[in-house]
């Protein structure tokens, strides 16, 4: 699936609440202590790490592509 994003990246906070997988960015960091959460194959544990354009993120079993959009 496809994520449209403004601008060149988001962070992993806010990219989680984008999807709705979180309701406050607060609670990133625990979603991803329960959850496995990776940014082109790499783990990430910290809600400020940065996605980009074109960058493929997985989140459980789910696998998202990041693509930017003009803003």
Do not use: C
């Not at 990219?15 to 990430?44: P, S």
Request: proline share 1%; charged share 30%; no cysteine.
């Amino acid at each position: 699936m496809n994520i449209e994003i403004r601008g060149n990246e988001i962070k992993v906070g806010q990219l989680l609440k984008k999807i709705g997988e979180i309701q406050t960015g607060g609670a990133a960091e625990v979603f991803l202590t329960k959850h496995v959460v990776k940014v082109n194959g790499k783990r990430t544990m910290s809600r400020g790490s940065k996605v980009r354009d074109k960058d493929i993120v997985w989140i459980d079993e789910k696998l998202y592509k990041i693509v930017s959009i003009p803003e």
